[in-house]
């Protein structure tokens, strides 16, 4: 089994920044992918950015290429950077893992992770 807790969400300016954290336990946690997604009330959840657990590989939505950076240490944490946030930012994100055998896979589908944190709400005030 692996736990994953976010942290470090909250209320912030539009234009402004916020740098998400995940923190994971259990089970080994170097092979495995790592992703966040967010979801607001009423809607589907949406793929936000992924890396792989070899760190050589990202992939972002285009609705935040270039403003959020995903990375990960050697250990059990993975880091969204945001920044230039907008109001359509406003979301629960959470951040999602699943055991990949290969360094460089990753994916967009909710359905292929496995294990998720409870969520952090990110607030962007316009």
């Known amino acids: 089994q692996v736990q994953l807790v976010e942290s470090g969400g909250g209320l912030v300016q539009a234009g402004g920044s916020l740098r998400l954290s995940c923190s994971a336990s259990?089970?080994?946690?170097?092979?495995?992918?790592m992703a966040w997604f967010r979801q607001t009330p009423g809607k589907e959840r949406q793929f936000v950015a992924a890396?792989?657990?070899?760190?050589?590989?990202r992939y972002y939505a285009d609705s935040v290429k270039g403003r959020f950076i995903i990375s990960r240490d050697s250990t059990k944490n993975t880091g969204l950077q945001m920044n230039s946030l907008n109001a359509d930012d406003t979301a629960v994100y959470y951040c999602?893992?699943?055991?990949?055998?290969?360094?460089?896979?990753?994916?967009?589908?909710?359905?292929?992770?496995?294990?998720w944190g409870q969520g952090t709400q990110v607030t962007v005030s316009s």
């Open positions: 999602a893992t699943t055991h990949s055998y290969s360094a460089t896979w990753y994916s967009t589908r909710d359905s292929d992770y496995d294990y």
């Open positions: 259990g089970r080994t946690f170097s092979s495995y992918a």
């Open positions: 890396i792989a657990w070899g760190g050589t590989r």
